[in-house]
């Protein structure tokens, strides 16, 4: 439970430390994701989903 409680804060901190740097830039890419289709939204996320699993893989081995 630690290790998913770990890896919830660092999400929270790395997306807040996007926001942080540069909010007009996520603000763009909001406005640029609200136009994109819902396939293609849904590929990507699945695709990063393949990525973590696989670097998580690679880390815990």
């Known amino acids: 439970m ?5 890896a ?7 997306e807040g430390a996007l926001y942080a740097a540069a909010p007009g830039a996520m ?3 909001m406005r640029q ?5 819902d396939q293609l939204l849904r ?3 699945v695709a990063a989903l393949a990525a973590g ?3 998580v893989w690679l880390v815990r081995g």
């Open 2 to 6: 630690s290790d998913l409680l770990s």
């Open 8 to 14: 919830v804060g660092l999400v929270l901190a790395l």
């Open 27 to 29: 603000k763009n890419f």
């Open 33 to 37: 994701a609200l136009e994109m289709p």
């Open 43 to 45: 590929t990507a996320g």
């Open 53 to 55: 699993v696989f670097v």
